[in-house]
């Protein structure tokens, strides 16, 4: 088993920046891949970023050019630095692990990210 938490969300205005941090612990040796996803009202969860355990990343197109996915193999974290914020990014974003690509097998509580002026 893995457990994942997940912190730095809050409310921030247009074009502000904030980084989400996810922290593993467990069975942390069994992670391939980890993921941002995020979940606005109404809305069906969406993927927002991807980093390999060989740091290889994938960016969703609505994230691609503002947001940053990096990933600290000791102290088993996943960050996520978003620039850039606008309204449209509102939503409560979970971190992701799993053994394979594409198939997350854990997943955090989620954190409120709320753009807003």
């Known amino acids: 088993q893995v457990q994942l938490v997940e912190s730095g969300g809050g409310l921030v205005q247009p074009g502000g920046s904030l980084r989400l941090s996810c922290a593993a612990s467990?069975?942390?040796?069994?992670?391939?891949?980890m993921a941002w996803y995020r979940q606005a009202p109404g809305k069906q969860r969406e993927l927002v970023a991807t980093?390999?355990?060989?740091?290889?990343?994938y960016y969703a197109e609505s994230a691609r050019g503002r947001f940053t996915i990096n990933r600290d193999n000791v102290k088993n974290a996943v960050y996520l630095q978003m620039n850039n914020l606008q309204p449209e990014d509102t939503a409560v974003y979970y971190c992701?692990?799993?053994?394979?690509?594409?198939?997350?097998?854990?997943w955090g509580q989620g954190t409120q990210v709320t753009v807003s002026s």
């Open positions: 467990g069975s942390v040796d069994s992670i391939y891949e």
């Open positions: 992701s692990a799993g053994a394979r690509v594409g198939v997350p097998s854990y």
């Open positions: 980093i390999t355990s060989g740091e290889i990343t």
